[in-house]
């Protein structure tokens, strides 16, 4: 947990935070303000629930959550980015819907009511109810702004309720699996664990790996100067739908099947098990006709493996160059064997390719819609910035005033700021 000066997005967060409390009359004066970052997965992207190991960083777009106990029996929220649903308010103890309620399904509640779920299932009872105001900039896909509320709702009630966990690797991870529970069971988006493992555990000017063998976290340390490049996130300004509403569900069944199957003939339990091109063979030779669209999505995830580990050298290196090389085909990957992109998101892709210094480019996070990514020299940061500019509108003009362009930094996932006055 980092305890963190403002800067200058803090000071717009925190300006809106006291407005959205006092028009609401939401009371978190001299109460906490807790930050979640986004996150930038640099590899295997949907590698999590294929069982692959996972490396990405934090990034510097976040949610901003202002909270106090109130002394009652019901939370109380307002978010900023989901202004229609007013107060969001219900009984702590008798008014959590069920999992996968028809009544949260277009309301942003069921993740507090998700929290408050998960939370009393694993034995963290709630004795008092918050009121809390949200502001978000986190494009609304691509950059986990999901995991991100999770996570920050996890700890902000557990602290609120004066319920202490270690700051150990073992109980982070335990944060990491009712993050994800929230989303699991109790949303009904499949997701895996990558985004909550990489905002929670994400350090500023290092890199996070994941090795799910183990259940081990290791630190990376960047071998550049930071100021060489810049990991850059491109909004198409499209919406959408949850994970549970998109192609995000039917590749993860698509993998789970073939998982299932082939493991059964082969002895293995997860994709991320086929390590040899032999054992890939004789999965394609037995599958490959009856399940053709299922063996494309083995061969993305066998092939984004194998370039994991030059990645990873790369990035210990400071090669930034060859990072963005294993980017890149891991977008191509994604788009042409995993078909998870979509065309908003391949359009950015095209129209960063062209410039200069843009090391690699693939689209981010569940696919379909939302934001791609890229990796550039500090040089290039600008003439992204103009092509983007230039063609994306004039490719989908209803896109004109939605679309955006987020320089990122490398930052620590999880800080507290000083509370409202």
Known sequence: LVRSRMDEQDQIAVARLSELAQKYGLDVANGKIRRTSSRFCLGVEHGDYNGTELFGVGTDRFIWMAYKPNGTKVNRFVSNNFLDDGVVEYNIESGVFPPLSEANRDSWRRFPMGVNYVLDKNNYTLSTGIDAVLFANIPGGGMSRSASLSINLVLSMLDANGIDLPETVEEKLKIVDMAQTVETDYVGAPVGNLDQIMILFAKAGHGTHYNPATREITYVPLGASPDSFAIISLDTGTD?????????????QECDELAAIAGAAFGFNKLADITTDALLQNVVAKFGTDMPNHIKRLEYIYAAQQRFSTMLEAWKAGDMATVGSVFRQD????RDDYEISGPELETMCDIVRSVPGVYG???LGGGDKGA?????????IDAVIDAVNTAYPRSYPSMKDRYAVHVCRVVDGVAVLPGLK
């Open 331 to 334: 977008g191509l990957g994604l």
């Open 361 to 363: 480019e693939r689209m």
């Open 240 to 252: 959408r739908p949850g994970l549970e509403k998109s192609t995000y569900k039917v590749r993860r």
């Open 372 to 380: 791609a990514g890229c990796i550039v020299a500090a040089s290039a």
